[in-house]
Protein backbone atom coordinates (compact mmCIF):
# COMPACT_ATOMS: atom_id res chain seq x y z
CA UNK A 1 0.00 0.00 0.00
CA UNK A 2 1.10 3.65 -0.97
CA UNK A 3 0.32 6.72 1.13
CA UNK A 4 -0.17 9.90 -0.03
CA UNK A 5 -1.04 13.26 1.84
CA UNK A 6 -2.32 15.52 -1.22
CA UNK A 7 -2.74 19.60 -0.49
CA UNK A 8 -5.62 20.58 -2.58
CA UNK A 9 -6.61 24.03 -3.28
CA UNK A 10 -10.40 25.24 -3.64
CA UNK A 11 -12.45 23.09 -0.91
CA UNK A 12 -14.15 25.22 1.15
CA UNK A 13 -17.53 23.12 2.16
CA UNK A 14 -19.21 19.56 3.07
CA UNK A 15 -20.00 19.23 -0.39
CA UNK A 16 -16.26 19.89 -1.35
CA UNK A 17 -15.33 16.82 1.17
CA UNK A 18 -18.23 14.56 -0.01
CA UNK A 19 -17.16 15.02 -3.71
CA UNK A 20 -13.17 14.23 -3.23
CA UNK A 21 -14.11 11.10 -0.67
CA UNK A 22 -16.89 9.48 -2.59
CA UNK A 23 -15.10 10.11 -5.99
CA UNK A 24 -11.72 8.78 -5.13
CA UNK A 25 -13.18 6.30 -2.82
CA UNK A 26 -14.44 4.20 -5.52
CA UNK A 27 -11.36 4.15 -7.55
CA UNK A 28 -10.11 0.80 -7.78
CA UNK A 29 -7.47 0.06 -5.80
CA UNK A 30 -8.00 3.25 -3.55
CA UNK A 31 -8.33 1.86 0.62
CA UNK A 32 -8.57 4.40 2.45
CA UNK A 33 -9.09 8.34 1.48
CA UNK A 34 -10.00 11.32 3.86
CA UNK A 35 -10.54 15.37 3.68
CA UNK A 36 -9.00 17.44 6.49
CA UNK A 37 -11.33 20.54 5.04
CA UNK A 38 -9.29 23.21 7.73
CA UNK A 39 -5.78 22.62 6.27
CA UNK A 40 -6.99 21.77 2.57
CA UNK A 41 -5.24 18.19 2.68
CA UNK A 42 -6.22 14.73 1.55
CA UNK A 43 -4.83 11.65 2.76
CA UNK A 44 -5.03 8.47 0.09
CA UNK A 45 -3.83 5.62 0.93
CA UNK A 46 -3.83 2.78 -2.77
CA UNK A 47 -2.53 -0.11 -4.32
CA UNK A 48 0.32 1.02 -6.34
CA UNK A 49 -0.57 -2.22 -8.77
CA UNK A 50 -4.20 -1.02 -9.21
CA UNK A 51 -4.25 2.43 -9.40
CA UNK A 52 -1.86 5.44 -9.96
CA UNK A 53 -1.14 8.79 -8.45
CA UNK A 54 -1.64 10.67 -11.33
CA UNK A 55 -5.44 9.19 -11.77
CA UNK A 56 -6.43 10.29 -8.65
CA UNK A 57 -4.61 13.42 -8.66
CA UNK A 58 -6.94 13.67 -12.21
CA UNK A 59 -10.02 12.64 -10.53
CA UNK A 60 -9.72 15.21 -7.68
CA UNK A 61 -9.14 17.98 -10.95
CA UNK A 62 -12.09 16.96 -12.33
CA UNK A 63 -14.05 17.73 -9.56
CA UNK A 64 -13.24 21.51 -9.43
CA UNK A 65 -10.35 21.44 -7.11
CA UNK A 66 -6.33 21.54 -8.13
CA UNK A 67 -3.68 19.42 -6.50
CA UNK A 68 -0.75 21.61 -5.40
CA UNK A 69 1.66 19.54 -4.46
CA UNK A 70 1.80 15.90 -2.11
CA UNK A 71 3.34 14.73 0.61
CA UNK A 72 4.78 10.65 0.37
CA UNK A 73 4.14 8.59 3.58
CA UNK A 74 7.31 6.15 3.89
Same mark, same amino acid.
Given at each position: ?10 ? +? ?8 ? +????? #? ?8 ? #???? #? ?7 ? $??? #? ?16 ? $????
Amino acid at each position: MNKVTLEVIGM +SCGHCVNAVE +SNVGA #LNGVEMVKVN #LAEG #LVDVEFNPE $RMT #LEKIKETIDDQGYEVKGE $RAHV
